[in-house]
Structure formats: structure tokens, C-alpha cells
């Protein structure tokens, strides 16, 4: 079946810059997602990008797409310690079903 | 504020037990999803509804009984559970043909013991 595919752990020193990445099998999907977890919280959406855009900012945020490898990749500029938490990256074709990766825990060191 | 809430929030329950899970959503989509978080696992999905009719169901046994009274109201009933049906359990919503950008709750951490 068709796969997302995560690292687990990612461990950056506050303020610099965060990099998560996420790789894909489907290439019918049309839309990469990007979400949060906090301790006992739900999933945060926090940005998604269309199949036919490269890149995408919003703030602190920078998606990157790179369709033909089917690679994405997540940058949080200036990491704080509220960025702390499990980030996942889910694949859809806009059928209901998301492919979920497994998350990855960013732990920010002083 | 995620706009979708879920009840309660931590529930313990024997295995002889019969409960129910409740998920409102405040956001006017028009599907509901129910997932299972265990650890270590990647999320899955166990029922969607659209449009108040269920149109997916991925093998959950049916210990596990979903009900979508309309549009705003998601409930999953619990019957006869077993240890290893312990995780989180999140809703979630979304607006059919708005990228199924999906909205999470804050999730009921159940304990089957």
C-alpha cells in the first residue's frame, strides 16, 4: 500500500533553524499536509501545499515540495521552545483517506 | 480554538463495560472522521461520514459502533473492549472538496483495563 515515511526523532538547538522531512510513495496525491501535536492535545493543522506548487511560506513556516522525488520538507526558522512537539506529515488524493507518516519529535535544546 | 470538541476527554473502562464517545463540530463541514492514535503507530482511520451517510469503514471490529445523528455530531459506542483497544482517539472534520483539510479535537485518551 501506498506509504509516508518520517524520522522519528529531530533534535536542534533554539533558535536555529528546524528541517523535518517526509517522503511519499503516491504520486496521485494532490495535497501534503503538515500538522502538530502537543502533549495530550488533538493534531494542529499548521500549512499544506497543492501537488503543483514547489514551495510555500507562511511566517516561520517554509514548505518545499519537490514533486518528482516525492519529498517534502518542513523548516521552522528561529526554533523555540514552544515548538517543541511531534510533527506529522499526511499525503492525500482528496478522497477522505490521508496517509499518515509515524510523526517526528522535535526536541529543542537550550 | 480547533472548532471541534471532543467528551469526554479521559475515560477508563473494563472490558464488560458499555460507553460512548462524542464529537461536536463548530466549523459547518460536512464529514466527520474517527481515528485511533496508539504509540508508535502511525494514525488510523476508523470511520468517515459524509454528508451523515458513512462512506468508509477500514475493517474496525464491531466492538466499535459509530453513529453520525447529522452534520455536527459524531459518536463512537464502545462494547466488550480489550486492553490493547487503549489510545487516543481523535475526531476530526472537514469541508468535502476544500482539499480535505481536516480539523482535529483534542482527542479522549481511553483506558481499557
Known amino acids: 500500500g501506498e506509504d509516508v515515511e518520517q524520522s522519528l526523532f529531530l533534535s536542534v538547538r533554539e533558535g536555529d533553524s528546524s528541517v523535518i522531512n517526509c517522503t511519499y510513495t503516491d504520486s496521485s496525491s494532490t495535497y501534503l499536509y503538515w500538522y502538530k501535536q502537543e502533549p495530550g492535545a488533538g493534531l494542529q493543522l499548521l500549512t499544506y501545499i497543492f501537488s503543483n506548487m514547489d514551495m510555500k511560506q507562511d511566517q516561520r513556516l517554509t514548505v518545499l515540495l519537490n514533486k518528482k522525488d516525492k519529498h517534502l520538507s518542513l523548516r521552522i526558522a528561529d526554533t523555540q521552545t514552544g515548538d517543541s512537539a511531534i510533527y506529522f506529515c499526511a499525503a492525500g488524493r482528496g478522497n477522505y483517506q490521508l496517509i499518515w507518516g509515524a510523526g517526528t519529535k522535535l526536541i529543542i535544546k537550550p | 480554538e480547533t472548532g471541534v470538541t471532543q467528551t469526554p476527554r479521559h475515560l477508563v473502562m473494563g472490558m464488560t463495560n458499555k460507553k460512548s464517545l462524542k464529537c461536536e463540530q463548530h466549523?459547518?463541514?460536512?464529514?466527520m472522521y474517527w481515528y485511533k492514535q496508539s504509540a508508535k503507530k502511525p494514525l488510523e482511520l476508523m470511520f468517515v461520514?459524509?454528508?451523515?451517510?458513512?462512506?468508509e469503514n477500514n475493517s474496525v471490529p464491531s466492538r466499535f459502533s459509530p453513529e453520525c445523528p447529522n452534520s455536527s455530531h459524531l459518536f463512537l459506542h464502545l462494547h466488550t473492549l480489550q486492553p490493547e483497544d487503549s489510545a487516543l482517539y481523535l475526531c476530526?472534520?472537514?469541508?468535502?472538496?476544500?482539499?480535505?483539510?481536516?480539523?482535529f479535537g483534542p482527542g479522549t485518551r481511553l483506558t481499557v483495563l
Open positions: 476530526a472534520s472537514s469541508q468535502v472538496g476544500a482539499a480535505d483539510t481536516q480539523y
Open positions: 461520514y459524509s454528508l451523515e451517510e458513512r462512506v
Open positions: 466549523l459547518g463541514h460536512n464529514a
